[in-house]
């Protein structure tokens, strides 16, 4: 037997979930977690790449496109805003870390190419 849909609900105004507040915790998480990849740029040029790369993937989902690598999409996008037409290796601090320069540079072209 099939199971009957018995509501749809609609939340047109973030009341059942806050979008906004849900994407600051996930910056937060990103900054937290990659230290070594965006501690050294201005948290507030981090900030508006994570807004516009949310913003340009939102306009193509919108305008119909499938979501199907939207998400990687985002992440290229707001990985080169972030670094602001510059080389995101050339930013990334010299301090030694957990990952070596070498791991960092393969993650990155990963999301770069």
């Known amino acids: 037997m099939k199971p009957s849909?018995?509501?749809?609900?609609?939340?047109?105004?973030?009341?059942?979930?806050?979008?906004?507040?849900?994407?600051?915790?996930?910056?937060?998480?990103?900054?937290?977690?990659?230290p070594a990849i965006?501690?050294?740029?201005?948290?507030?040029?981090v900030a508006r790449a994570f807004e516009e790369s949310d913003r340009l993937a939102v306009?193509?989902?919108?305008?119909?496109?499938p979501s199907d690598g939207l998400r990687e999409m985002r992440s290229r996008t707001f990985l080169r805003l972030s670094a602001f037409g510059r080389t995101i290796l050339t930013v990334l601090p010299?301090?030694?870390?957990?990952?070596?320069?070498?791991?960092?540079?393969?993650?990155?072209?990963?999301?770069?190419?």
């Open 94 to 113: 010299h301090s030694t870390s957990a990952i070596t320069l070498q791991q960092r540079r393969r993650w990155l072209e990963q999301f770069l190419l």
């Open 38 to 45: 965006f501690g050294s740029l201005p948290p507030e040029r």
């Open 59 to 65: 306009a193509e989902f919108d305008a119909g496109a």
């Open 5 to 34: 849909i018995k509501a749809v609900l609609f939340d047109l105004d973030d009341t059942l979930f806050d979008r906004s507040k849900a994407q600051r915790l996930v910056l937060e998480g990103i900054l937290r977690r990659f």
